[in-house]
């Protein structure tokens, strides 16, 4: 008798994205994605406003990728959802939905860390074949908005933080710094686009001295918030004038930092199997510099640039592998804000 396939819906709702997606035994069928226009006018994120949009938008989203892989909701095996980190309000919205949808096709929930879909999203098959996968165990540098950590994976769900920022992350260093320059929002992508028109060289910016493994953003956000200040008091043109290689400059300088820390953790763990996860792994410069590290025997994995950023794919993948483990969750289950990996 030929067994039934494994079909998970995945839910993703942990910021101002509303995602859904299908995975077919592990290859991905479908995967939509709503994005809020709504928070440009503010400058970031509006948490409340984020969670009414997603209300808004996760029936036809859903409903768009069921079309899309040309699912019956009958056909569901379990629905995995977002449980954290992340808004609450925005997770509260993807979470009740799910168990709401869950409870009506009387199938299971899973519930998935944003972080381990993130760093997961590595073994999404596309439709017609399979993937780059990394081999077990690798390290992970997992680099968004909020945060940036190593990470050591030694299987789907056995992973340990062996650095991370102590304050700010380098996705917000990114966003913060356009905003010095007066980039609109979001500005991480468009610091990426002038900074490739640019010369990297051209202006230095301090590196931070942090303990072991650790990262922090603070004080080299404060040094370019100087440094654009007394370029201004000289010249108020300045800014405009030197966009791109501001922008040029200012990327190299993060990363930098990133891969300074990620080359002395493969030292240390002796590991040389290397893969990036998280918004910023979209960056240019980023994946430029970690396809160059090839040249060092280094086994890299870079993700494509759709499930790079937040997407229902990579919670669809983690919940897969959940279901096949039978790690279900329940409907008396919370959202967890601060969640760690």
């Given at each position: ?27 991905i069928l479908a995967n939509i994605i709503a994005n ?117 994976v030694s299987d789907y769900f056995k992973m340990e ?181």
């Open positions: 008798m030929q067994q039934s396939p494994t079909i998970i819906l995945g839910i993703e709702s942990s910021c101002d994205d509303t995602a859904a997606a299908i995975i077919k035994d592990g290859k809020q226009d709504v928070h440009k006018a503010y400058g970031g994120v509006v948490p409340e406003l984020a969670s009414r949009a997603h209300q808004q938008n996760i029936v036809p989203v859903v409903d768009a990728a069921l079309k899309k892989a040309n699912i019956d909701k009958k056909d569901i095996s379990a629905i995995a959802y977002t449980n954290g980190p992340g808004l609450l309000g925005s997770l509260l919205v993807g979470s009740s939905f799910a168990k709401a949808f869950a409870m009506g096709l009387n199938i299971p929930t899973i519930e998935v860390n944003h972080m381990h879909g993130h760093i997961l999203a590595h073994f999404i098959e596309e439709s017609e074949g399979g993937g780059n996968k990394p081999s077990f165990p690798f390290l992970c540098l997992t680099v968004s908005g909020g945060h940036t950590q190593i990470v050591k933080i062996i650095g991370e920022t102590i304050d700010d992350a380098a996705g917000e260093a990114f966003d913060k710094v356009a905003k010095m320059l007066s980039l609109p929002y979001p500005g991480g992508p468009l610091l990426d686009k002038y900074a490739q028109l640019g010369n990297p060289a051209r202006f230095e910016f301090p590196h931070p001295r942090v303990k072991d493994l650790n990262y922090s953003f603070s004080g080299f956000k404060t040094s370019v918030l100087y440094f654009l200040k007394k370029g201004l008091a000289e010249n108020e043109n300045f800014i405009t004038e030197n966009l791109n290689d501001i922008c040029a400059s200012v990327q190299k300088t993060i990363v930098d930092i990133l891969m300074i820390n990620l080359k002395k953790a493969a030292k240390q763990t002796g590991i040389n199997a290397i893969a990036i996860a998280g918004g910023v792994s979209a960056n240019s410069e980023l994946r430029k510099r970690f396809q160059d590290l090839t040249a060092e025997n280094f086994k890299v994995y870079i993700p494509k640039f759709e499930y790079c950023t937040d997407n229902a794919g990579m919670i669809a993948i983690t919940g897969y592998h959940h279901y096949l483990q039978q790690n279900f969750g329940t409907q008396q289950s919370v959202p967890n804000a601060r969640m760690k990996v």
